[in-house]
């Protein structure tokens, strides 16, 4: 069994501009591609978990989700850095496009597609990480037991100062960005390898 990271895509590896629906709003923060080489180089895998309901809303087909996943690949292979895989959910339950308009469990906060990804690639869910802008991203960790953690990038910031007080659960750690988020993980890892 293998232990990944699991990062949501917008607001965490990416700027938030609200739905990506062309190319050109596609932005890879700075600090993301030396972030994942060094999960990368520590052995971990790094697993992309998204929400992509512009699909089912009829913003955007589906094939631009796939090339703004190579523009994302490619621009972390400049930086050294490589996603071990990439899992979206299409879906919304009040979806324009019919074909997407479901209520499935591949939606975060359900745990569809961290389970695909365990099964998948053998991985050990109870000692991964979970890193989100959003509740919901923590939501899915602590539904499969993994550590969480709120990056304050994206909506991470806001949820934090406005809606704290409504969790049912906190995250295991907060960071500024993915950056600071990786340091904890490999701090947190090599604790309790130690």
Same mark, same amino acid.
């Given at each position: 069994? *293998?232990?990944?990271?699991?990062?949501?895509?917008?607001?965490?590896?990416?700027?938030?501009?609200?739905?990506?629906?062309? =190319?050109?709003?596609?932005?890879?923060?700075?600090?993301?591609?030396?972030?994942?080489?060094?999960?990368?180089?520590?052995?971990?895998?790094? @697993?992309?978990?998204?929400?992509?309901?512009? !699909?089912a809303?009829?913003?955007?087909?589906?094939?631009?989700v796939h090339?703004?996943?190579?523009?994302?690949?490619?621009? =972390?292979?400049?930086?050294?850095?490589? =996603?071990?895989?990439? *899992?979206? +959910?299409?879906?919304?339950?009040?979806?324009?496009?019919?074909?997407?308009?479901?209520? +499935?469990? +591949?939606?975060k906060?359900?745990?569809?597609? @961290?389970?695909?990804?365990?099964?998948?690639?053998?991985?050990?869910?109870?000692?991964?990480?979970?890193?989100?802008?959003?509740?919901?991203?923590?939501?899915?960790?602590?539904?499969?037991?993994?550590?969480? !953690?709120?990056?304050?990038?994206?909506?991470?910031?806001?949820?934090?100062? *406005?809606?704290?007080?409504?969790?049912?659960?906190?995250?295991?750690?907060?960071a500024?960005? =993915?950056?600071?988020?990786?340091?904890? @993980?490999?701090?947190?890892?090599?604790?309790?390898?130690?």
């Open positions: 069994m *293998y232990r990944a990271v699991f990062l949501d895509r917008d607001g965490t590896v990416s700027e938030e501009v609200g739905y990506v629906n062309h =190319l050109d709003r596609f932005k890879v923060y700075p600090w993301v591609p030396e972030a994942i080489r060094r999960l990368n180089q520590a052995g971990l895998q790094v @697993i992309l978990i998204t929400n992509q309901a512009g !699909i809303h009829g913003y955007f087909p589906e094939s631009l090339e703004v996943h190579q523009r994302l690949q490619a621009e =972390l292979a400049f930086g050294g850095a490589a =996603l071990d895989a990439i *899992y979206y +959910c299409p879906h919304h339950p009040e979806g324009r496009v019919e074909a997407y308009r479901i209520q +499935c469990m +591949c939606r906060p359900g745990t569809g597609l @961290i389970e695909k990804a365990a099964q998948e690639r053998h991985l050990d869910l109870r000692s991964s990480f979970v890193v989100g802008d959003r509740y919901q991203d923590l939501q899915m960790g602590f539904t499969v037991g993994a550590r969480t !953690i709120l990056v304050l990038s994206g909506y991470g910031k806001g949820e934090l100062l *406005y809606q704290k007080g409504t969790w049912a659960q906190q995250p295991d750690h907060i500024t960005n =993915l950056s600071d988020a990786v340091d904890w @993980i490999l701090d947190f890892r090599d604790d309790i390898s130690s």
